[in-house]
């Protein structure tokens, strides 16, 4: 990571919503190459940076050498509750997470996040455990496979790809990001370009291979535990499977019910927790697109806790 230049999306705003300080700790759930924590490090707060890929977390340790108060834990933000336990604090002001996948992997050929670059199919944030975008290709059956990409991509034409890849790793293993990206151009109608497409089918085994709708489920459950009153947090997604995810659970976390509209009276003993910040997903401005092209697709949701 030596030398790469990051450039954090929406920086002004994520500031402006978790309020850095002193005596305010913070989680920044997805370190990456530490541009929002270094941020809110300079304006007094104490964080606590999470991040599964090693390499973010030596970055991290780095870093921590000049900034005393950042503590790094090598853990998925799933693991939030355990890692602010962890760090000996019993809930926190604010929690970051700025979801997706950032520049400096999808630069490295041999994590295989993106199609520009030839390398192992891998896809996985932490190299060191679980099954590769390889496996998955290699195991699953033309429907599962389908199912996937069109899940987690949302690409149309699923089906007619995963045929295309069962098919063809009857003849060779589908392990290298040259490979994949071959057979699905291959299977594209005339026409039809085949960036999307290739860009789509990636996003699809990546999030399948790191799990990581669940995870951003289960780490939005726990954010009612813990976040202190009058805590918040900021969500920056990049595509409209994660933002809907993000949505939906401030919406209900807004109401003191969340039954059925069906029901005469209320059964769900529910009770509101958040406060919503932000009426509408904020974007980036132009300015900033033309600086950051990766942040013309972000959008930042923002709560606080009641």
Not at 67 to 92: E, K, M, N, T, Y
Not at 119 to 138: C, E, I, Y
Not at 167 to 185: G, M, S
Request: hydrophobic share 40%; glycine share 8%.
């Amino acid at each position: 990571m030596t030398g790469v230049r990051h450039v954090p999306v929406l920086k002004p705003e994520t500031l402006e919503y978790l309020r850095p300080g002193p005596g305010r700790r913070l989680v920044d759930g997805t370190f990456g190459y530490g541009g929002h924590s270094i941020a809110m490090l300079e304006a007094g707060a104490e964080v606590l940076g999470l991040d599964l890929d090693a390499v973010a977390q030596a970055e991290c340790h780095k870093l921590a050498g000049d900034h005393p108060g950042l503590h790094c834990a090598q853990a998925s933000f799933r693991d939030l509750g355990r890692a602010i336990r962890d760090q000996g604090w019993d809930c926190v002001d604010g929690v970051l997470l700025d979801l997706g996948v950032s520049s400096w992997q999808l630069d490295d050929p041999g994590k295989g996040f993106s199609y520009r670059f030839g390398g192992p199919l891998d896809l996985r944030f932490d190299q060191g455990s679980g099954k590769t975008a390889a496996d998955l290709v290699a195991e699953l059956d033309s429907h599962d496979l389908a199912n996937l990409i069109f899940e987690f991509g949302e690409e149309r034409g699923s089906r007619r790809i995963a045929r295309a890849l069962v098919n063809a790793r009857l003849e060779a293993p589908i392990d290298t990001t040259t490979r994949l990206k071959q057979i699905v151009e291959d299977s594209l109608p005339r026409g039809v370009k085949p960036q999307p497409v290739l860009s789509r089918v990636f996003q699809a085994l990546r999030i399948a291979v790191n799990d990581e709708m669940a995870a951003l489920d289960e780490v939005l459950e726990q954010l009612p535990r813990v976040l202190r009153k009058g805590g918040r947090v900021v969500v920056i997604s990049y595509h409209s499977l994660e933002d809907r995810r993000v949505k939906r659970f401030i919406d209900r976390e807004k109401r003191d019910c969340v039954c059925p509209p069906e029901l005469p009276m209320c059964a769900c003993d529910h009770r509101r927790t958040l406060k919503p910040l932000t009426k509408k997903a904020v974007v980036a401005d132009a300015e900033e697109e033309k600086v950051n092209p990766r942040s013309r697709s972000a959008r930042l949701r923002a709560a606080e806790r009641l």
